[in-house]
């Protein structure tokens, strides 16, 4: 079983609807979850983290937390043609001095205008 | 505050040749990642670095290898380059009370 999984998609939403995006993660102990939006040739970009059970706004994003699963989510609602991207869910796991981020494949997210 | 610096941030060698890439973090973060991404593969890990110390390494052979200096300025080193290791090489930085890794704008590495 893969650390952190994600479905590759893409994932296809037309403009102006709410587009969910999915990530469980395999350790019980990971503290801390973060979305990272990368468009094609570029680097990933920090949209957000989330440490806690429930969820967290900012802006049109919304991250979903249940540890409980082991998944958390991000919608991004209003979809526009600019949120065309690939979403990294990463997983900050281990021991205290031994933190390391786990990237999932990303979901490859379609827009369409 | 600045972000973090990749140079150079293109790149072409040929095979056998050998590379160095540099990564300056943001200021005040003692943590610097290396990532390889390719198409094919998505995102792999290769190595971490705090405090000078190598705190956490991927599965890639050694011709990869790094170092970080007292300024936390981190540099990879490619050896006998391969056709395969045209990627897109990212560093990440992470501090902060949030312990949050941010990304530089990577060197994309070409191998001929």
């Known amino acids: 079983q893969k650390e952190v999984e994600q479905n590759s998609g893409p994932l296809s939403v037309p403009e102006g609807a709410i587009a969910s995006l999915n990530c469980t993660y395999s350790?019980?102990?990971?503290?801390?979850f973060f979305w990272y939006r990368q468009y094609s040739g570029k680097s990933p970009e920090l949209i957000m983290f989330?440490?806690?059970?429930g969820d967290k706004e900012d802006g049109r994003f919304t991250a979903q937390l249940n540890k409980a699963s082991q998944y958390v989510s991000l919608l991004i609602r209003d979809s526009q043609p600019s949120d065309s991207a690939t979403y990294l869910c990463?997983?900050?796991?281990?021991?205290?001095?031994?933190?390391?981020?786990?990237f999932g494949t990303g979901t490859r997210l379609k827009v369409l205008a | 505050k600045a972000g973090v610096t990749q140079t150079p941030r293109y790149l072409i060698k040929t095979r056998g040749q050998q590379v160095t890439l540099s990564c300056s973090p943001i200021?005040?973060?003692?943590?610097v990642s290396w990532y390889q991404q390719t198409p094919g593969q998505g995102l792999q890990f290769l190595f971490e670095?705090?405090?000078?110390?190598?705190?956490n390494k991927g599965n890639f052979p050694g011709r990869f290898s790094g170092r970080q200096f007292s300024n936390s300025r981190s540099e990879m080193n490619v050896s006998t380059l391969e056709l395969g290791d045209s990627a897109l090489y990212l560093c990440?930085?992470?501090?902060?009370?949030?312990?949050?890794?941010?990304f530089g704008p990577g060197t994309r590495l070409t191998v001929l």
């Open positions: 990440a930085s992470r501090g902060g009370p949030s312990d949050t890794q941010y």
């Open positions: 350790d019980r102990g990971s503290q801390s």
């Open positions: 989330i440490y806690s059970n």
């Open positions: 990463a997983v900050n796991s281990g021991t205290s001095g031994t933190y390391k981020y786990i």
């Open positions: 200021s005040g973060h003692r943590s």
């Open positions: 670095y705090f405090s000078e110390t190598q705190r």
